[in-house]
């Protein structure tokens, strides 16, 4: 406990490095609407988060592993049929089952480890998307350049999900206001096209004596930053919209996790975003993790 120069208490979070497996369930959805067309996808997996402790005196090893994934409809129930996207979307996946990184003691992911392991899943099951699908050539393509050894990393650093179950937000203070503050990439945040967004988190409900309390996060849009995609966006307005017609850009991130301050431990979250187009286009993206167990 700190106390800050405004008087305000201040905690650094420290993580649990010790070896053990944690099981986690993630439910994942997205609802799309483009003008009167609307689109749904989910998945529930479950995966084991193995601790392996330091390597070094900078950086842990953790081993992620998906034991199973689901396909299911918005109330989580399981698809009868699956549509062709999501059958795409598990075979890709599959290349990710079994994920070893490297993560500073603030559970940021630093780098890919096993990328020789990656690429070659990726080699056995290519044949088979070509051959089934050939229409996605150039989607086949575009994957294999992000698999090359000069873009892997960022793939999966960078990644939404794993940013969210890897958050960086250990060794760190936080207080009870929105004192945290961080810039990242929110990639295909509406249309393939990435949003600069500054993270911003506080402590809520937070009793470390007794191990317990919620780390609230939300995210501001950066229009006016480098990497906002100003010209992209317009242009897909204009392939949506009438011409002449007037849409406005509406943004919404927001989130928790539920702490186990005194264990160093993440027993679940949520985060969802929001990006709307006036009423032409609507994507919202929801996901939730669990703890199911914790083997220590």
Not at 44 to 71: D, V, W
Not at 249 to 261: C, I
Not at 281 to 290: A, F, M, N, S
Request: aromatic share 12%.
């Amino acid at each position: 406990m700190n106390l800050t120069k405004s008087r305000e208490t201040s905690y650094v979070l420290r993580l649990h490095t010790e070896p053990g497996i944690r099981g986690y369930e993630a439910w994942i959805k997205t609802r799309i609407k483009k003008g009167e067309r609307s689109f749904f996808s989910g998945i529930k997996a479950e995966y084991s988060l193995e601790c392996k402790g330091f390597f070094n005196t900078e950086a842990l090893r953790y081993r992620l592993k998906c034991e199973k994934q689901i396909p299911v409809d918005s109330k989580g129930f399981p698809v009868k049929k699956v549509s062709k996207a999501m059958q795409i979307a598990l075979q890709l996946g599959s290349v990710n089952n079994d994920l070893t990184f490297q993560v500073s003691p603030g559970l940021k992911i630093l780098r890919l480890e096993n990328t020789a392991e990656v690429r070659e899943k990726w080699n056995r099951i290519k044949p088979d998307l070509e051959k089934r699908y050939p229409d996605l050539k150039e989607y086949i393509a575009d994957y294999e350049w992000q698999l090359k050894e000069d873009n892997i990393q960022r793939c999966y650093t960078e990644d939404t999900f794993y940013r969210f179950l890897f958050p960086d937000i250990f060794d760190k203070a936080h207080s009870e206001y929105f004192t945290t503050n961080r810039e990242f990439v929110l990639h295909d945040a509406v249309e393939g096209l990435s949003l600069p967004v500054l993270w911003q988190g506080k402590l809520k409900d937070f009793y470390r004596i007794l191990d317990t309390g919620k780390l609230e996060f939300r995210g501001e849009l950066q229009t006016d930053h480098p990497k906002f995609p100003g010209k992209k966006l317009n242009l897909l307005v204009g392939s949506l919209a009438d011409e002449g017609s007037q849409h406005a850009l509406s943004f919404d991130y927001s989130g928790h996790y539920d702490l186990k301050p005194k264990s160093g431990r993440i027993e679940g979250g949520e985060v969802k975003t929001l990006v709307t187009i006036g009423n032409i286009y609507r994507k919202e993206t929801e996901t939730r993790l669990k703890l199911l167990r914790d083997e220590r």
